[in-house]
Nanobody, 132 residues
């Protein structure tokens, strides 16, 4: 079992930055690919949008086109934590942000890391609101 707890959300203005953190329990954090997803207002859980993912040791990353160049995902396996640095935030980034963990035993594949059903564990989410 892995428990995930997100933090760092808040209300900011367009152009501002935020850094989200996701702390994981357990001793096997480095066994999981970690992803960030977001759920915009009015959307269902199944409609969560992929944001970014990072491989087990951080050697590979993948981003949604909408955040490429603005967001950076990183992880610190010694601290069992994954981060999402979000710069130049836009009102359309407003959503609840979730981190998720996936063993992805078949190996790194961008199609897989974008898919919500691939992930085994989810956090409770943190709200990010960007005003114009």
């Amino acid at each position: 079992q892995v428990q995930l707890v997100e933090s760092g959300g808040g209300l900011v203005q367009a152009g501002d930055s935020l850094r989200l953190s996701c702390a994981a329990s357990g001793r096997t954090f480095s066994s999981y690919v970690m992803g960030w997803f977001r759920q915009a207002p009015g959307k269902e859980r199944e409609e969560r949008d992929f944001v970014a993912a990072i491989s087990w040791r951080g050697g590979s990353t993948h981003y949604a086109d909408s955040v490429k160049g603005r967001f950076t995902i990183s992880r610190d396996n010694a601290k069992n934590t994954v981060y999402l640095q979000m710069n130049n935030l836009k009102p359309e980034d407003t959503a609840v942000y979730y981190c998720a963990a996936d063993r992805l035993e078949a190996g790194w594949a961008t199609d897989d890391v974008e898919t919500t059903s691939e992930y085994d564990y989810w956090g409770q989410g943190t709200q990010v609101t960007v005003s114009s």
